[in-house]
């Protein structure tokens, strides 16, 4: 008997020996061996780490048909089946979310993978603009594809976001999806969001009035912060440079109960150093001195609510301006006072009711030159959205009202009957419907439709139509979309050109909403290399055609701006391509190029508009080292040829830009997981745009011009190509060659 249970001992023992396995790999991410990564059997205790490698060695049994799961963090996991047969499954890539298949809520207003989405969304997390440091989101935007931060003034360094080379004007920002930056904002909205706090950035390209109403007819741009309960502790981001800027971005979270967090954001920045590089006699970079406080908390998951606070003042002009010259016709400058209040938040009553708010208030105090503008906004939003899944039908409902009060100074606002100044105030309720429609696994159509009533303008639908089509692996997708927009335009508030130089402004008929139709193909190809390399490949072609647009007139007469509703149609088409891959050996390459025609037919002539550039392309490498911590990063952007406002047929500058190139490289050292250090160059080629790029910078306040009886310039000796001020011919920056130095330090 004892014999037997020794036997069937040493049996059994013999037996699991003999159906124990042992298999043998590595796990990559972005070509780079990942150390600490997670491997474990399924439905078992077996489990193991890689090493500093990424090697791993992990035992299973053969009786059983065995998954093995590998996780790290940030990183997609992953599930493979272990061949009893194979002994080396060699390399395992591991995918990291931001870069691959994140969750995106802009296309649809709702949670949903950027694969899965049938509206095409890209996505550019935090650690996509460290690449390239900016003291403000607005110029962080350069790096990306179809998108250009243009500035509209070569003295006060105003600017606006175009994309697809559409007008910034028709660029729709948000912030954690609520319309925040509009109207009177536009040109400076963006400045003094602490980018520390920014999770990501969703762009929508295309008309997307049929879920955020007015304004999103040439795209969307969705600034997504952080939710307090996932950031740091403490977060420090301070740079400068050798122009003298100063920017500094502090983040810090806190708890106010067991259920209540909040982030508290504070961004400063200033240049106070007038220089004068290209001896003009103005100052190449506005001065500025500007301080934002964000703060934002979260009540478990049924409140989030956020404030931000910014005052700026800033000044451009001959370099001896004072504030004591502020109006005058002594020495030249353009000094902006803004002070800006937001509100904004979401409460969320059950997993399928939500309601969305915001509030924001614009005070504007200006002078350009002798031109005193001042503006009040305030603009009220309130969202309830209701979705609800009904077999394969994703619905959504939602009831919108938005409030908006303008006042300014200027004849935007003078009402001629009663002889005085009548601010502006509309209402626009609204009502749209979502149905998101999955046919099968790899068919997807989207279905929507708004309904707006302006108190001004009347009622206004806005349809739009999403096709997706993919292959089971999400590896191969085909996009087609079909949508319109519409928009109020506010003339004062986005063109700043009309109170910069000489011109008067010119209405000639009350000015209707702009309606747009928009068509987009898209097709993106994920490719999986033996090597361990990723390469994404995003190519879009593109068609807006608008009815009604406004278009103002430079060229009829030189002294003149003249708005009106076009006659005729507007076409803005091209073709986008992106390529982002994830190499090996910590390298990582992204490519863009955008080609547009853009132009304006009316009465049988075709013209291009002016700053719209024809071709545009972006690249990003990175090489980290990470047994040395070392990252190097080289960006740039090219762009031209666009199209300048001229002042007349005399005018010696070139009515078209060059086709110019920024480069930027920088390095960056981390020194614990906590604490890094960074330093580059901005600009290397020096690249700055003609030194005459503001028209008589020698005579602002037209002193010396001789004007006939019709109010034009007259050629003479002192004035040999009868030109006026004006400042209004810019496309670039006067920002050539620069160092920067920064820190950044973190507490988890």
Same mark, same amino acid.
């Given at each position: ?14 037996? @699991? ?44 049994? $053969? ?46 207003? /709702? ?20 690449? =390239? ?31 697809? !080379?559409?007008? @910034? ?13 509009? !109207? ?7 400045? %003094? ?14 008309? +997307?009035? &049929? ?18 309960? =996932? ?12 122009? %003298? ?13 067991? /259920? ?66 502020? !109006? %005058? ?83 935007? &606002? ?15 309720? @609204? ?6 429609? /999955? ?35 999400? &590896? ?8 319109? !927009? ?10 700043? +050109? ?31 290399? #033996? ?16 009815? =009604? ?9 030189? =002294? #003149? ?61 990175? $090489?980290?080292?990470?047994? #040395? ?61 003609? #030194? ?29 190509? +009868? ?18 130095? @920064? ?6």
């Amino acid at each position: 008997m004892k014999l037997n249970i020794i036997l069937f001992v040493l049996f059994s023992i013999q037996t @699991g020996f003999a159906q124990e396995h042992t298999v043998n790999g590595r796990v990559y991410s972005e070509g780079e061996p990942l150390n600490g990564a997670s491997l474990r059997i399924k439905g078992t205790n077996l489990g193991t780490i890689t090493n500093e490698k990424g090697y791993f060695s992990i035992k299973f049994s $053969k009786k059983k048909n065995n998954q093995l799961i590998i996780s790290y963090t940030g990183h997609k996991s992953k599930q493979i089946e272990i061949d009893p047969k194979e002994s080396d499954i060699g390399k395992i890539i591991l995918e990291l979310y931001e870069s691959l298949d994140e969750i995106v809520i802009s296309g649809t207003l /709702k949670p949903v993978s950027k694969l899965k989405s049938p509206v095409a969304v890209e996505v550019y997390s935090q650690s996509f603009f460290k690449a =390239n440091p900016s003291p403000s989101i607005f110029e962080s935007l350069e790096s990306i594809n179809g998108i250009r931060p243009q500035l509209n003034c070569n003295v006060c360094n105003t600017g606006d976001i175009h994309i697809n !080379g559409q007008e @910034g004007s028709y660029t729709m920002v948000l912030i954690d999806g609520l319309p925040i930056v509009s !109207g009177l904002s536009t040109v400076y909205g963006l400045s %003094g969001i602490p980018q520390s706090l920014i999770e990501r950035v969703e762009i929508v390209k295309g008309p +997307a009035s &049929t879920l955020y109403g007015s304004e999103a007819i040439g795209g969307v741009i969705n600034l997504i912060t952080k939710l307090p309960e =996932n950031s740091s502790k403490l977060s420090i981001d301070s740079f400068v440079s050798d122009w %003298g800027e100063i920017n500094t971005d502090i983040g810090y979270k806190y708890s106010l109960s067991k /259920k209540t967090t909040g982030l508290l954001g504070i961004n400063y920045f200033n240049f106070s150093n007038p220089i004068d590089n290209n001896n003009d006699g103005f100052t190449d970079l506005t001065i500025q001195d500007r301080i934002s406080i964000f703060n934002k908390f979260t009540y478990g998951d049924k409140l989030s609510f956020a404030t931000r606070f910014v005052y700026e003042d800033r000044w451009g002009g001959q370099l001896k301006w004072e504030p004591k010259y502020r !109006g %005058g016709d002594t020495v030249y400058g353009e000094n902006i006072y803004t002070t800006r209040f937001e509100a904004f938040g979401n409460y969320t009553f059950n997993k399928n009711l939500s309601f969305q708010f915001s509030y924001n208030n614009h005070t504007h105090n200006s002078a350009y030159g002798t031109t005193i503008f001042n503006a009040n906004q305030t603009i009220g939003f309130g969202q309830l959205i209701w979705n609800k899944s009904i077999k394969n039908n994703d619905l959504l409902f939602g009831l919108a009202y938005r409030y908006t009060y303008y006042d300014d100074d200027t004849t935007a &606002t003078f009402n001629e009957i009663l002889n005085s100044n009548q601010e502006d105030i509309y209402h626009m309720p @609204g009502l749209f419907i979502q149905d998101e429609i /999955k046919i099968n696994e790899s068919n997807t159509l989207l279905l929507g439709i708004r309904f707006d009533h302006n108190s001004l303008h009347g009622n206004i639908f806005t349809p739009r139509i999403n096709y997706k089509l993919s292959n089971y692996d999400q &590896t191969s997708i085909l996009r087609l979309s079909f949508g319109t !927009g519409y928009r109020v335009a506010q003339v004062f508030t986005e063109d700043h +050109a009309a109170l910069t130089g000489a011109r008067d402004v010119i209405f000639l008929n009350d000015l209707e909403p702009e309606k747009s139709w928009n068509t987009n193909l898209n097709y993106v190809k994920k490719v999986y290399l #033996k090597e361990g390399a990723i390469i994404d490949f995003d190519i879009s072609i593109f068609k807006t055609q608008f009815s =009604n647009k406004i278009i103002p007139d430079y060229d009829t007469n030189p =002294n #003149k701006i003249i708005y009106d509703n076009l006659k005729g149609r507007s076409i803005s088409q091209g073709v986008s391509l992106n390529i982002n891959s994830l190499l090996e050996n910590g390298i990582r390459f992204n490519l863009g190029a955008t080609y547009i025609d853009s132009y304006i037919k009316e009465d049988g002539v075709k013209t291009v508009p002016y700053l719209t550039e024809k071709f545009q392309s972006v690249w990003k490498f990175e $090489k980290k080292w990470n047994d #040395k911590n070392l990252i190097f990063d080289l960006t740039g952007t090219t762009i031209g040829p666009l199209r300048l406002p001229t002042l007349s047929r005399l005018d010696p500058r070139p009515d078209y830009s060059s086709t110019f190139s920024i480069v930027n490289i920088q390095l960056t050292k981390i020194l614990k997981n906590t604490f890094e250090i960074y330093g580059g160059v901005k600009n290397i080629f020096d690249f700055t745009p003609p #030194k005459n790029s503001i028209a008589r910078s020698f005579d602002p306040f037209d002193k010396q011009v001789v004007f006939d009886n019709s109010g034009n310039a007259i050629q003479n000796e002192n004035n040999p190509y +009868a030109l006026t001020f004006d400042p209004s011919y810019v496309f670039a920056s006067n920002q050539g060659f620069r160092f920067f130095f @920064g820190l950044r330090y973190r507490i988890p």
